[in-house]
Nanobody, 125 residues
Framework: QVQLVESGGGLVQAGDSLRLSCAAS????????MGWFRQAPGKEREFVARISGGVGITYYADSVKGRFTISRDNAKNTVYLQMNSLKPEDTAVYYCAADSRAYGSRFEARWYDYWGQGTQVTVSS
């Protein structure tokens, strides 16, 4: 089992950058596939990025590809989401999640077993 705590959200202007952190306790993050999801008001939770266990293969939603980077620091047991060139449409609550199936490409929220509480990101135009 793993517990996840997100941080790093805030209010920024379009074009700015933010780095979200997801600190894990319990098992090591490298034994899971870790994902970032987001949910805007009135919308369903959507996939943003995923990093597999082991060597850390990364996957991104088309909407963030080239702007966001997911990474993992095994020593700190923390996963990051570096967000550059932010747009107003990136405004959402961002959630960190862990998938016990550490490999493969799984992008639906229902596959993830553990979730953080979320952190708000607001991008003004």
């Amino acid at each position: 089992q793993v517990q996840l705590v997100e941080s790093g959200g805030g209010l920024v202007q379009a074009g700015d950058s933010l780095r979200l952190s997801c600190a894990a306790s319990g098992r090591t993050v490298s034994s899971y596939a870790m994902g970032w999801f987001r949910q805007a008001p009135g919308k369903e939770r959507e996939f943003v990025a995923r990093i597999s266990g082991g060597v850390g293969i990364t996957y991104y939603a088309d909407s963030v590809k080239g702007r966001f980077t997911i990474s993992r620091d095994n020593a700190k047991n923390t996963v990051y989401l570096q967000m550059n060139s932010l747009k107003p449409e990136d405004t959402a609550v961002y959630y960190c999640a862990a998938d016990s199936r550490a490999y493969g490409s799984r992008f639906e929220a229902r596959w993830y077993d553990y979730w953080g509480q979320g952190t708000q990101v607001t991008v003004s135009s």
